[in-house]
């Protein structure tokens, strides 16, 4: 991690998000480092042959999913995209189990056979990643009516992308959820580009927060690369969602620093626009220097998370090669639900 410096212009004094604790600010850089470490070691272990099929990195975009998931409760429903690690950590899943799926192995959220895109717990109520664009959005829609007709304050927390943005089910979503008023939070993390497209030549409107105007459906765009920003947007948005106001979208304004997914070379974009953005704008790099600043903590007790983070991840990528692939006969496991 790049140590602060006169080239990155720090932007705590620009944030209008209300000031956190130390304790607070450590929580979620702890978090925000263990997303960080993981989706490294993913994409290492990617190169090397242990991960197959479609790998999407979240690198970048971790105050999204911190600051959000820190506003919610461990009740709450949350679903997400194809790219997906940050936010089954977020929820509390264990490094161990992702890691082991996204390796195809027994010991998986899974058991071996989702893989990168498609593993879930009922545990943490994390309801998947999803591969097909914007098709979590009627199920985190689903849930929100679920939680809504057993008559709790529960929410669903559905996040999706500014490339989904533009899919039809996602506007009949809208309609139903403001029609019955579902405590749906719809989590926009406009990470810039959809696959290979700027937004800019993909939307008519980029002001993707008011996509829900024609509903009566609030919106408001929160600074994505500031956790303590995105905490407290989430905290405004789902106190409407849970008091029953109905759905509420906020759109999180984000970057990806990875291609689109491990195989995308991503030359739709400069390496100086992403240099720019790294040293400039990352959000952890951010954070260490409010916590720093603030005086919450010194350069040794960052860099002691720093390396419990990384002990925790060198386990979790041992556990996953140590566990063993599937019994063919899982195959015929998990396909049907008899009722």
Avoid at 132 to 140: E, S, W
Avoid at 233 to 251: D, F, N, Q, S, V
Wanted: with cysteine; glycine share 12%.
């Amino acid at each position: 991690m790049a140590k602060a410096s006169a080239k990155r212009k720090p932007r705590g004094k620009k944030s209008a998000a209300p000031a956190a604790g130390g304790d607070e600010l450590l929580k979620y850089y702890r978090e925000m480092l263990l997303i960080r470490r993981f989706e490294e070691k993913a994409g290492q272990l990617y190169g090397m042959g242990l991960i197959g099929g479609f790998c999407h990195l979240y690198i970048g975009q971790e105050a999204v999913v911190v600051g959000i998931q820190s506003a919610c409760r461990s009740d709450d429903a949350v679903v997400t995209s194809y790219r997906d690690h940050g936010h089954m950590l977020a929820c509390g899943m264990d490094p161990r189990g992702v890691m082991a799926e996204l390796t195809g192995r027994a010991g998986g959220y899974s058991k071996g056979k989702g893989g990168s895109m498609h593993m879930f717990s009922r545990e943490k109520n994390f309801f998947g990643g999803h591969g097909i664009v914007a098709a979590q959005v009627p199920i985190g829609t689903g849930l929100a009516f679920a939680f809504r007709y057993q008559g709790t304050d529960n929410i669903c927390t559905t996040y999706f992308g500014d490339g989904a943005v533009n899919q039809g089910q996602v506007y009949e979503s809208f309609n139903m959820a403001a029609l019955w008023k579902l405590p749906v939070l719809y989590v926009i993390e406009n990470n810039k580009y959809g696959m290979g497209t700027s937004v800019e030549r993909a939307s008519a409107s980029t002001d993707l927060c008011q996509r829900g105007k024609a509903y009566g459906i609030p919106g408001e765009a929160a600074d994505g690369m500031d956790v303590v920003a995105m905490r407290a947007a989430a905290e405004k948005a789902i106190a409407h969602c849970r008091a029953g106001k109905g759905p509420y979208i906020l759109e999180a304004m984000t970057y990806r620093y990875r291609g689109h997914s491990m195989s995308d070379p991503a030359k739709y974009r400069t390496k100086e626009e992403v240099q720019k953005v790294r040293s400039e704008r990352d959000p952890i790099d951010y954070l260490r220097d409010m916590i720093i600043g603030g005086e919450h903590a010194d350069e040794e007790a960052l860099k002691q998370i720093d390396r419990e983070v990384k002990d925790i991840i060198a386990d979790a990528a041992a556990f996953a090669q140590e566990s063993p692939e599937p019994d063919p006969s899982e195959l015929w496991t998990d396909v049907l639900v008899e009722a």
